[in-house]
């Protein structure tokens, strides 16, 4: 006799769970997906069903990760969307900037209340010696990633880059795409949405391409990055104290791959999920690591949200600033930075990890040309040995700074230097190595193939793209059967959620 | 058509000897155009020209024919 189905059971599947948002890589995203799929495939021909049932898809899948913020959602896009439309029609420049200021501060203040009202309100407290009792605000989940990509289309607007969009379904179905809703990458409506009225047909191309990102993203994620936290680095973060420095520093090295793993293997799913809806999102990652200067990081890292830094706060302050020439632009590298940091999240940690970045691009512009000048009198300029060195400077210089990424406060960052500089014990790694062999071997993986050629990468896709639908299946099916392997028991959530 | 004083003033600024400049030319397919150095070529316009822009005029500049247009507009005042 087949068991009953628990009815109970099945309803609470599709109610918001706090704890169970619809996590991509999870069974249950996998049959939602494939439900998406069949529907988006049977309205293929019909515009109108196929984009609504997108948009119904996207609120539901915002529902079981935030509940009642759904809300919130729909408010943003309203609010965003109006304002648009009275930006492009108002007369003068002066009522433009007026809707536009009023707009991002609506937008901003939002953010603010939700993210950093505890913060600011600690702040204050430990500087006029006040009692400080939390407040219970609930982080609307993405809040930060919609909330950019929203106020993108009203600055494109202002700036006369796009015009407004007359429908209010499309500019929705922007705002809620549930692939990049909760975790970006933080498309610009100017590339979304004339992508929704296009005809559904998916290229071999698209397809061999989504199939490796699946693959990617599957083993950043669930076998870099989930097996080396749980396994070495969260337990050495935690308490830098108990493990000698070298331990210390092959867990910076380590973090600072697995958080690089994390955040790109969710954008890896999140581009294959969207191109498999027809929909090619802007690319969030190019190799960081291969970065040979901390202004070439910023360009392969987060980019998305990079650009939009770069396009609508860095390069309005620079040229509003650009009487004072290079102090101007070292005051615009300043607050961007600080947004940088702090838009990561209410915390000190991440404050001074975007005041040491401004820092650092501050001193490569101010030096570029000494630096010049002195590689072509000894004549190691452009040389490869050069390249080589800058490439392993800047991202030892990266590693250590992120690690204000992972720890708690100021004080677990100082612990962690100090173990590394004053208690290293090098002969510590052997012992390591033997104890751990399968940590060391993803690791040494992992960085082997971010400085494999981007060649490879395009020929492998290239491949995939010619190999029969079967094959392709079987591919996949290894990949996922080779990530059950490695997947904990628990599920670890995106590092970037709690952005 | 891009004048040949603008590119005269890009190719002295960038260190450039003779770039190929064309009205679809962006910031990013020019060596040495970056986002640090990109306020100094504007600087270097403005002065060459002795005219000044506005912030909003500068930042809807999409490529070189842009800004081509945004020059002859201000000099022709």
Not at chain 1, 392 to 421: D, G, H, K
Request: with cysteine.
């Amino acid at each position: 006799m087949p068991e009953s189905i628990d009815f109970q059971r099945l309803l609470e599947m599709f109610q918001y769970d706090r704890f169970d948002p619809l996590l991509f890589g999870t069974s249950l995203f996998l049959f939602f997906f494939l439900a998406v799929l069949i529907v988006y495939r049977v309205f293929a021909k019909h515009n109108a069903l196929r984009i609504y049932s997108l948009i119904f898809f996207s609120l539901f899948f915002y529902y079981k990760a935030a509940n009642y913020f759904v809300a919130l959602l729909l408010f943003s896009s309203i609010l965003n969307f109006y304002s648009g439309k009275f930006i492009f029609k108002a007369a003068s420049q002066n009522i433009k900037r007026l809707i536009l200021t009023s707009t991002v501060i609506i937008n901003l203040g939002i953010l603010v209340y939700f993210k950093y009202t505890n913060f600011l309100i600690e702040t204050i407290m430990s500087i006029t010696g006040g009692e400080f009792e939390p407040l219970r605000i609930l982080l609307p989940i993405g809040i930060s990633f919609y909330t950019f990509k929203a106020m993108s289309y009203i600055v494109e607007i202002y700036f006369e880059m796009i015009e407004p969009t007359d429908s209010f379904r499309d500019f929705t179905l922007f705002i809620f795409f549930f692939p990049n809703l909760l975790m970006g990458p933080i498309d610009k409506a100017s590339t979304f949405i004339p992508q929704i009225e296009k005809e559904y047909n998916l290229t071999n191309k698209e397809i061999g391409l989504a199939v490796f990102l699946i693959c990617s993203g599957l083993i950043k994620k669930y076998v870099i990055a989930d097996y080396v936290s749980l396994n070495f680095t969260d337990r050495v973060f935690e308490f830098p104290l108990r493990f000698t420095g070298v331990e210390n520093l092959l867990a910076v090295y380590g973090a600072t791959m697995a958080g690089y793993c994390d955040f790109s293997g969710y954008t890896d799913l999140a581009l294959a999920v969207g191109l498999l809806l027809g929909f090619k999102m802007i690319d969030n990652f190019n190799r960081p690591f291969k970065a040979n200067s901390i202004a070439d990081y910023w360009r392969r890292w987060h980019i998305s949200l990079s650009t939009w830094l770069l396009g609508y706060l860095f390069r309005p302050l620079q040229i509003s600033l650009r009487n004072l020439k290079n102090y101007g632009t070292a005051i615009a590298i300043f607050v961007t930075f600080f947004a940088v940091g702090l838009w990561h999240g209410p915390n000190w940690t991440f404050i001074v990890f975007g005041l040491l970045h401004s820092t650092y691009l501050i001193f490569s512009m101010s030096t570029q040309k000494y630096r010049d000048a002195f590689y072509t009198k000894i004549g190691i300029k452009g040389s490869k040995g050069l390249r080589a060195f800058q490439i392993f400077f800047t991202f030892n210089i990266i590693a250590f700074t992120s690690i204000l990424f992972r720890t708690p406060s100021l004080e677990y960052f100082s612990n962690m230097l100090s173990q590394i500089f004053t208690y290293f014990h090098g002969e510590v790694l052997f012992q390591y190595i033997e104890a751990y062999p399968i940590i060391i071997v993803l690791l040494v993986f992992a960085y082997l193939m971010h400085f494999t050629p981007d060649s490879w990468e395009k020929k492998t896709v290239e491949i995939l793209s010619k190999t029969p639908v079967l094959l392709q299946a079987v591919v996949l099916a290894v990949v996922i059967w080779f990530v059950v392997q490695f997947k904990s028991a628990e599920l670890q959530p995106f590092i970037y959620f709690k952005f | 058509m891009i004048s040949d004083k603008l590119k005269s003033v890009l190719n002295k600024e960038l260190n450039l000897s003779d770039f190929n400049f064309t009205e679809e030319t962006t910031a990013n397919q020019v060596p040495g155009w970056d986002s640090l150095n990109h306020i100094n070529i504007i600087l270097a316009i403005e002065k060459e020209y002795n005219t000044k822009f506005k912030g909003i005029e500068i930042l809807r500049v999409k490529n070189l024919g842009d800004l081509q247009r945004l020059i002859d507009s201000k000099t022709a005042q």
